[in-house]
């Protein structure tokens, strides 16, 4: 069956440092993998999307790359800040405007 | 644009009981999902709308649950006799779909259940 994982255990970083962030999955042939943030008691708020024909996209301190030979994507937050403390949600997506299978998403502490 | 909402925002109710969520997409959005979030987990997919059209169902959605959404504006999602396991954050999305070239997905704050 489609398994998508995420590093459960919470990622406690230093204000300024990078955080970097794995989506493993298999027994899946995504065509777009993207990557959600979600604060408490809220809806998740898109970030990023990358094609599987991408190796890497970028969005101001934001950086994702995708290899899917691999079968994995990493999440990049560089200088990082005290607002960027969320959860962050890998989720990958078979078709265009299909449904979304996400991960079980990884905490992220950013401590000043 | 005001983004997806949800109403209502919070539900308590008791075992057995119906109960009927409604959402309401960003206008020009073709596409509505819903989704199913516990603690501590990621969304999981429920099913999702083209218009009018149910257009998929997963197996999580048991006969208890039924969607609609009529003329392919808001959505409802109804639960018929809850149970404590269906507790759980009850999310709503919408995109364009395929109609544009970006497929990300907006969604709603969220209805948060309690089955007691």
């Known amino acids: 069956s489609q398994k998508i994982e995420q590093n459960s255990e919470a990622l406690n970083i230093q204000e300024g440092k990078t955080a970097t962030l794995t989506c493993n999955y298999t027994n899946y042939s995504p065509a777009y993998l993207q990557w959600y943030r979600q604060d408490p008691g809220r809806g998740p708020v898109f970030l990023l999307l990358i094609r599987e024909n991408e190796k890497e996209k970028r969005k101001e301190r934001l950086k994702v790359t995708f290899d899917t030979t691999l079968k994995q994507s990493l999440f990049h937050i560089t200088a990082s800040q005290p607002a960027d403390s969320a959860t962050y949600l890998c989720?990958?997506?078979?078709?265009?405007?299909?449904?979304?299978?996400f991960g079980g998403g990884t905490r992220v502490l950013v401590k000043p | 644009d005001t983004g997806v909402s949800q109403d209502p925002r919070h539900k308590i109710t008791k075992r057995g009981q119906n109960v009927t969520f409604r959402c309401d997409p960003i206008?020009?959005?073709?596409?509505l999902y819903w989704y199913r979030q516990t603690l501590g987990q990621g969304p999981e997919f429920l099913t999702y709308f083209q218009n009018e059209a149910q257009l998929e169902k997963s197996r999580l959605l048991s006969d208890r649950f039924s969607a609609e959404r009529p003329k392919g504006s808001f959505s409802t999602l109804e639960i018929q006799r809850t149970e404590q396991g269906d507790s759980a954050m009850y999310l709503c999305?919408?995109?364009?779909?395929?109609?544009?070239?970006?497929?990300?997905?907006?969604f709603g704050p969220g209805t948060r259940l309690t089955v007691t």
């Open positions: 206008s020009e959005h073709n596409r």
């Open positions: 989720a990958l997506e078979g078709a265009a405007g299909n449904k979304l299978t």
């Open positions: 999305a919408s995109s364009t779909g395929w109609v544009s070239d970006s497929y990300e997905q907006y």
